[in-house]
C-alpha cells in the first residue's frame, strides 16, 4: 500500500503559478501511473492530469493544456504538477493518485493523497 502526501499549493493572484509535489512512500511508484485530480466546493473530483510509467506519456484535461505540465522523479518516489497562468476556476483542492498498472486508467487508481489546496484570486 502506497501513501501520497502532496504539498505546494498556496494562495496566488490571476496569472500566477504553482508547482505541486507529490511524494509516495511505502512502495515505489515506478511502476504506477500517476495521476492529478482536484474537487472544488460543491463539485465532483475532476481529472486534471496523468503520467504513465513506461511511455511517460502525459494525458490533460482540456481546461489545463498548455498551462499546466506533469512530471516525475521514479529516483524520488515524487511527482509534480506545474501549474502557469493559473485562473480562478482553477481553486481546488488537488489530490495525487496512484495507479494499479504503468498505464493510466482512472478505474485503476489504489491510492489517493489528502490534497493541498489551491486557491487563486482575481
Known amino acids: 500500500h502506497v501513501q501520497l502526501v502532496e504539498s505546494g499549493g498556496g494562495l496566488v493572484q490571476d496569472g500566477g503559478s504553482l508547482r505541486l509535489s507529490c511524494t509516495a512512500s511505502?512502495?515505489?511508484?515506478?511502476?504506477?501511473?500517476m495521476s492529478w485530480f482536484r474537487q472544488a466546493p460543491g463539485k465532483e473530483r475532476e481529472f486534471v492530469a496523468a503520467?504513465?510509467?513506461?511511455?511517460?506519456?502525459?494525458y490533460y484535461a482540456d481546461s489545463v493544456k498548455g498551462r499546466f505540465t506533469v512530471s516525475r522523479d521514479n529516483a524520488k518516489n515524487t511527482v509534480f504538477l506545474q501549474m502557469d497562468n493559473l485562473k480562478p476556476e482553477d481553486t481546488a483542492v488537488y489530490h495525487c493518485?496512484?495507479?494499479?498498472?504503468?498505464?493510466?486508467?482512472?478505474?485503476?487508481?489504489?491510492?489517493w493523497g489528502q490534497g493541498t489546496q489551491v486557491s487563486v484570486s482575481s
Open positions: 493518485a496512484a495507479g494499479r498498472g504503468g498505464d493510466y486508467d482512472r478505474r485503476d487508481i489504489v491510492s
Open positions: 503520467i504513465n510509467w513506461v511511455s511517460k506519456r502525459k
Open positions: 511505502g512502495r515505489p511508484i515506478s511502476n504506477s501511473a
